[in-house]
């Protein structure tokens, strides 16, 4: 059965598509533009009432159920599961992978997240903002090097859903002003992470919508202004 991906090329979205081309399960990309608002179409709402991408329809999850998730983190630990496969069998590499996962989804993200916005979108620059953000930007950075100096990948020896989650936030680093070559174990992962072709053909899915140059008004309202804080 295919499972249904609601989704965009953002590093949000490349962590499903990635995992799905890892795991070769059968999929479907429902493409949602949220550049054009359609994250609030209310067959969107229906599955997500965080209206953000990506988000999945399973009509075949556990006992024939049928599953919709929102939320990158759950959906990697729920196709993980379902296969059997990326995450570590042994038990203690198990929770060092939904540790790691964790810290993607609690700091990495929204930090690497807020310092793009700051930097890149904000209509006036802010030094306090880009400042803070920059060096959590740098710190998280930090703390990935001394785990990868220590371990192949972030949960151990094996690969897993917490670089699938981490790699689509490291890469591109010159958008957060980072020099790889100043974080070599993490330059390391990320080049034979990137050499992965599940890895090349997950971030291709969608690529062709791939946002480039400065925001237009209509994309800047949808996404930072009063259709976003809408009550739905
Ligand atoms: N914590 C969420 C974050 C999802 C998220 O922020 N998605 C962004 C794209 S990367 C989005 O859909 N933005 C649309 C909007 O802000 O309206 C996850 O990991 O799934």
Same mark, same amino acid.
């Given at each position: 059965m295919t499972i249904?991906?609601w989704?965009?090329p953002?590093?949000n979205?490349?962590k499903?598509?990635?995992a ?9 990309v ?8 359609e994250q609030?179409r209310?067959?969107f709402?229906a599955?997500?009432?965080n209206h953000?991408?990506p988000?999945?329809?399973?009509p075949e999850g556990p ?5 919709e998730l929102?939320e990158?983190g759950?959906? +990697?630990?729920? !196709?993980a599961?379902?296969s #059997?496969?990326?995450? =570590?069998s042994d038990?203690?590499?198990r929770?060092? $992978? +939904?540790?790691? !996962?964790m810290?993607?989804? #609690?700091?990495?993200g =929204?930090m690497f997240?807020q310092y793009?916005h700051? $930097?890149?979108?904000a209509?006036?620059k ?20 001394k785990?990868l100096?220590?371990s192949?990948?972030l949960a151990?020896?094996?690969?897993s859903?917490?670089?699938i ?11 957060r002003d980072i020099d ?8 390391r992962?990320h080049?034979?992470?990137?050499a992965r ?7 291709a899915v969608l690529?062709?919508n791939q946002?480039?140059?400065?925001m237009n008004d209509?994309?800047r309202?949808l996404?930072?202004?009063?259709t976003q804080?809408q009550?739905?």
């Open positions: 249904e991906v989704s965009w953002t590093p979205g490349h499903v598509h990635i799905l081309e890892e795991l070769e399960l059968p999929y479907k429902v493409p949602v533009n949220i550049g054009k608002g609030f209310p067959e709402l599955i997500t009432p953000r991408i988000a999945i329809v399973d006992d024939g159920r049928r599953v929102f990158s759950a959906i +990697l630990i729920y !196709l599961e379902k #059997g496969r990326l995450m =570590p038990p203690v590499e929770y060092k $992978a +939904l540790q790691w !996962l810290f993607q989804m #609690g700091g990495v =929204p997240g793009n700051f $930097a890149a979108y209509p006036e802010i030094p306090y903002a880009t400042e803070r953000y920059g060096n959590e930007v740098k710190r998280l950075h930090n703390v990935l090097e785990r100096s220590q192949e990948y151990g020896k094996d690969y859903i917490a670089d989650a981490t790699f689509p936030w490291v890469r591109n680093p010159d958008r790889l070559a100043e974080y070599p174990a993490v330059k992962w080049d034979a992470i990137a072709p599940a890895v090349q053909r997950g971030v690529s062709e946002r480039s140059g400065p209509e994309e309202e996404l930072f202004g009063k804080y009550r739905r």
